[in-house]
């Protein structure tokens, strides 16, 4: 079993900045993917960034690029994925959810464990 645990959202000003956090325990955490998503309140939860197992391809939604870096944490058995999310805009207010592949290659649609999330709030 895999446990995943996000942290560092909050309530941040439109144009701020937040980097958030997933935790990952239960398996070998450097052979898989890793993604995020984002679900607002009355939407269907989408993808956000995905970061591949040794970190050296990552996917970005058109609706980040440019402002999101995604990253990871493999070594020390610190097992950590880190969103870096600049310029942030209030419709971006929504749970951010960690996921995890059971492949090792990017991807927007193949996880199968998720965290519970974490609330990102972006205020005007």
């Known amino acids: 079993q895999v446990q995943l645990v996000e942290s560092g959202g909050g309530l941040v000003q439109a144009g701020g900045s937040l980097r958030l956090s997933c935790a990952a325990s239960?398996?070998?955490?450097?052979?898989?993917?890793m993604g995020w998503f984002r679900q607002a309140p009355g939407k269907e939860r989408e993808f956000v960034a995905a970061?591949?197992?040794?970190?050296?391809?990552?996917?970005?939604a058109d609706s980040v690029k440019g402002r999101l870096t995604i990253s990871r944490d493999n070594a020390n058995a610190k097992n950590t994925v880190y969103p870096q999310m600049n310029s942030l805009k209030p419709e971006e207010t929504a749970v951010y959810y960690c996921?995890?592949?059971?492949?090792?290659?990017?991807?927007?649609?193949?996880?199968?464990?998720w965290g519970q999330g974490t609330q990102v709030t972006v205020s005007s």
């Open positions: 996921a995890a592949s059971e492949g090792r290659r990017v991807s927007r649609s193949d996880y199968v464990y």
């Open positions: 239960g398996r070998t955490f450097s052979n898989y993917a």
């Open positions: 970061i591949s197992w040794y970190g050296g391809s990552t996917d970005y």
